[in-house]
């Protein structure tokens, strides 16, 4: 299996925002996440993470729209 990361982020200087934003979520859902690879996380642990930013990203679209 290859370790290849497709996901692009359009503007390089977010990145670091992003990974800091993901640490977040998953200290949220109680995911022991860690830098770099994390292929220990079982789908749903990683899945919850993924949902977390998901749900963080709505509540503040829908804050910015009041």
Do not use: C
Not at 18 to 37: C, H, I, P, R, W
Not at 41 to 62: C, D, F, H, P, W
């Amino acid at each position: 299996m290859s370790n290849n990361n497709n996901n692009q982020i359009n503007i390089p200087q977010a990145r670091e925002a992003m990974d800091k934003f993901k640490m977040q979520a998953a200290q949220e859902v109680g995911v022991n996440l860690t830098n770099g690879y994390n292929g220990h996380l079982t789908s749903r642990e990683a899945g919850s993470v993924g949902g977390q930013m998901v749900k963080k990203m709505i509540e503040a679209y829908e804050q910015s729209m009041q």
